[in-house]
Antibody, heavy 125, light 110 residues
Framework: EVLLVESGGGFVQRGGSLRLSCAAS????????MNWVRQAPGKGLEWLSF????????YYSYSVEGRFTTSRDNAKNSLYLEMSSLRTEDTAIYYCARDVKIPGRPSHPIALDSWGQGTLLTVSS | VMTQYPLSLPVSPGEPASISCRSS???????????LDWYLQKPGQSPQLLIY???RRASGVPDRFSGTGSGTDFTLEISRVEAEDVGVYYCMQTLQSPCSFGQGTKLEIK
């Protein structure tokens, strides 16, 4: 069974930093591209970042580019989101999600077929 | 920009339902596929993938769900709505980064 478990959320002051983790199990993590998505309280989904299986390709949304850094450690089956210069509008549930594997498009997001339960980040002013 | 409509959809059990998603640009790649996905977020749960690449049903998704469309206009159809289908439906384009979701359509049972 595919399992994704996010951790590291909590309370942080505006301007602060935090690192989120996503522990993967039940599949060959090193073979799959991964994504981060967030959802502000009562709001819709916002795609944040994509990282290819080898870490060679990384994409970000405009709202977090330059402030957030996505990385992975395939030996530890883990995905990370390093966040800095946090703003109150970054308050959200953060999800990690596995990307569908399709031959012919190995280094680009396609669809998010497995999601974690999310971890809540609250940025206070 | 992804625009969904309607934003709210009350449906009686057993009746069909349809949700539309329009993109500001064509989602067709040179490989001929459309990079448009549909997700359902049930109350209190994480989102789940229903349809990917426009019309491919994800694993385990009932066949009452189907995705159609091309270019800039796409539709998620539910042939016969069941009580378990309540939640918010999102479309998402993955043609190019940054990927983007629609605003969401809330389906409720009448």
């Amino acid at each position: 069974e595919v399992l994704l478990v996010e951790s590291g959320g909590g309370f942080v002051q505006r301007g602060g930093s935090l690192r989120l983790s996503c522990a993967a199990s039940g599949f060959t993590f090193s073979s799959y591209n991964m994504n981060w998505v967030r959802q502000a309280p009562g709001k819709g989904l916002e795609w944040l970042s994509f990282i290819s299986s080898s870490s060679r390709t990384i994409y970000y949304s405009y709202s977090v580019e330059g402030r957030f850094t996505t990385s992975r450690d395939n030996a530890k089956n883990s995905l990370y989101l390093e966040m800095s210069s946090l703003r109150t509008e970054d308050t959200a549930i953060y999800y990690c999600a596995r990307d569908v594997k399709i031959p012919g498009r190995p280094s680009h997001p396609i669809a998010l077929d497995s999601w974690g339960q999310g971890t809540l980040l609250t940025v206070s002013s | 920009v992804m625009t969904q409509y309607p934003l709210s959809l009350p449906v009686s059990p057993g009746e069909p339902a349809s949700i539309s998603c329009r993109s500001s640009q064509s989602l067709r790649l040179s490989d001929g596929y459309h990079y448009l996905d549909w997700y359902l977020q049930k109350p209190g749960q994480s989102p789940q993938l229903l349809i990917y690449m426009g019309s491919r049903r994800a694993s385990g998704v009932p066949d009452r769900f189907s995705g159609t469309g091309s270019g800039t206009d796409f539709t998620l159809e539910i042939s016969r709505v069941e009580a378990e289908d309540v939640g918010v439906y999102y479309c998402m384009q993955t043609l190019q980064s940054p990927c983007s979701f629609g605003q969401g359509t809330k389906l409720e049972i009448k």
